[in-house]
DNA sequence: ATGGTTGATGCTCAA
């Protein structure tokens, strides 16, 4: 199974790129963030026609999250444990091929300051607890998405810089580390031990001077991580024109 | 250098 995510900053404004995107790497699963678009507008169609299924919890002008597979997608699951019907959409949960994945859209904070730190690091416990009342960490389980926290310091194109900064404090690490000791491991770091990035501010030619984080991350159970032949980030797909700020991650399971 | 750019919306906010 070839699994990939994408936080792509509005499906409508990213549709043909995406469409391509998938033309081309033939995922069987796409799991996408920031879609931006409520459930009734998402440009389901041309996905469709290329044979995926179109599972979508979004809503107006911010979040939404959605998740494409040309398996069968089963039990499909909105929001945290306990959400109520307004909050926002950060979290939908399907089973495709006996794995469970989880779309994440994890809080960007604003600022550490800001009330929404706070609510940042609510939400991770809340995946947490998510985690330990809808799956078994026995189980094959995928939690995928813009997690909005770097783990170390080859995560950040200068980890003196952003010691303590948004993404990169000690709380929103630990809060990720509580995550991961549901019983997830990263990917990515299963695969490469080298600094790289999944996202590159459009502000100051970020991505040109190679300025970005690793904030997008493919955790996987210790019986997936076994079937986990390849990770990888497609920096290409952050060329170009109109690209997403966030490059897709992509992990093949036997 | 507290800057800069993009998207959705609507005359700003979030990222």
Redesign the pocket.
Known sequence: MKLATWNV??I??REALVLAWVRRHEPDVLCLQET?VVDDDFPAEPFQRLGYTVAAAGQ????GVAILSRRPLRDPVVGLVGARPTEDKRLLAATVDGVRVLCAYV??G?STESP?FRDKLAWLGRLRETLDASCRPEADVAVVGDFNVAFDERDVWDPERFRGQLFFTDEERAALGRVLEFGLFDAYRHHHAERAFTWWD???AGFERDLGMRIDHVLLSASALARCRSATIDVEARRGE?PSDHAPVVVELE
Do not use: D, F, L, M
């Open positions: 900053n509005s409508r404004a931006k107006r002008t911010y979040n809080p960007n604003k929404s459009y502000r100051g109109r």
